[in-house]
């Protein structure tokens, strides 16, 4: 079992930044990645980037990559989602997630929100 707990969304203005971590902690904490996935109003939830646990390698969607970036803290359990130049089209809830076989994201946070107004 992992539990996962997001922090650090808020509203910005358009052009800004926020930070968004993410611990997770359970008995005996390991992963194969976490990821960070968002959810807009009326849309489906879609993939952000995510990064591999042991070697940190980092994965991008398109439309965020060279503004965010992705990060870990192994001895910390904690994924970190680095926001600039945030649009307006950013703005969704953002939800922090667990990947144990490189298969599937099991385990989800409750999600925090990011509003970028225009």
């Known amino acids: 079992q992992v539990q996962l707990v997001e922090s650090g969304g808020g509203l910005v203005q358009a052009g800004g930044s926020l930070r968004l971590s993410c611990v997770a902690s359970?008995?005996?904490?390991?992963?194969?990645?976490m990821g960070w996935f968002r959810q807009a109003p009326g849309k489906e939830r879609e993939f952000v980037a995510a990064?591999?646990?042991?070697?940190?390698?980092?994965f991008y969607t398109p439309s965020v990559k060279d503004r965010f970036t992705i990060s870990r803290d192994n001895a910390k359990n904690t994924v970190s989602l680095q926001m600039n130049s945030l649009k307006p089209e950013d703005t969704a809830v953002y939800y922090c997630?667990?990947?144990?076989?490189?298969?599937?994201?099991?385990?989800w946070g409750q999600g925090t929100q990011v509003t970028v107004s225009s």
């Open positions: 990064i591999r646990w042991s070697s940190g390698t980092t």
């Open positions: 359970g008995r005996t904490f390991s992963a194969h990645a």
């Open positions: 997630a667990h990947n144990q076989d490189g298969r599937n994201y099991g385990y």
